[in-house]
C-alpha cells in the first residue's frame, strides 16, 4: 500500500488555481515533515513547499513564494498544496513526501527535506500549465 496518494492535477490555462492534496495513510502527522517536490521533463526534481503539520511552520522555495500555499488537515490526513497563479513553468509531476523523525518546526528550520532523509513518496499528479 502506499502510504501517499496525490490527486488534484490537470490541466489549467496560466493565471488558473489548482489546489492538490496528498493523503495519508499508515501514519500520523506527529513527528513528520511532510511536503510537494516537482519534476518537469529535462529537469532536475525541486522541493517547493514543506510543513510541518503539528506546529504548521511551512517551507516555499522563492519561485513559488506568494502563489503556492501548503496546509494540512489533521482529522482527515491530508496535506494540501494550492497553486494560485499558475505560470507554464509551474507544468511537472507533483509529488508528495514524507520525512519521518522529523524534529519540531522541521521545515521552517531546515526547508524541504533531502532526497535521502526522505522516508515515503507517492506515485505523483501532473500539472500543465498552458500559455
Known amino acids: 500500500e502506499v502510504p501517499l496518494v496525490e490527486s488534484g492535477g490537470g490541466l ?3 493565471g ?3 489546489r492538490l ?3 495519508v495513510s499508515g501514519f500520523t502527522f506527529e513527528g513528520h ?3 510537494w517536490f516537482r519534476q518537469a521533463p529535462g529537469k532536475e526534481r525541486e522541493g517547493v513547499s514543506c510543513i510541518s503539520p503539528r506546529e504548521h511552520s511551512t517551507y516555499y522555495t522563492d519561485s513559488v513564494k506568494g502563489r503556492f ?3 494540512s488537515d489533521t482529522a482527515k ?3 494540501y498544496l494550492q497553486i494560485d497563479n499558475l505560470k507554464p513553468e509551474d507544468t511537472a509531476v507533483y509529488y508528495c513526501a514524507a520525512r519521518s523523525r522529523a524534529s519540531p518546526n ?3 528550520k531546515y526547508g524541504f527535506p533531502f532526497d535521502y532523509d526522505l522516508d515515503y513518496w507517492g506515485k505523483g499528479t501532473l500539472v500543465t500549465v498552458s500559455s
Do not use: E
Request: proline share 0%.
Open 12 to 14: 489549467v490555462q496560466a
Open 16 to 18: 488558473g488555481s489548482l
Open 21 to 23: 492534496s496528498c493523503a
Open 33 to 35: 515533515a511532510i511536503g
Open 69 to 71: 500555499t501548503i496546509s
Open 77 to 79: 490526513n491530508t496535506v
Open 106 to 108: 522541521y521545515c521552517s
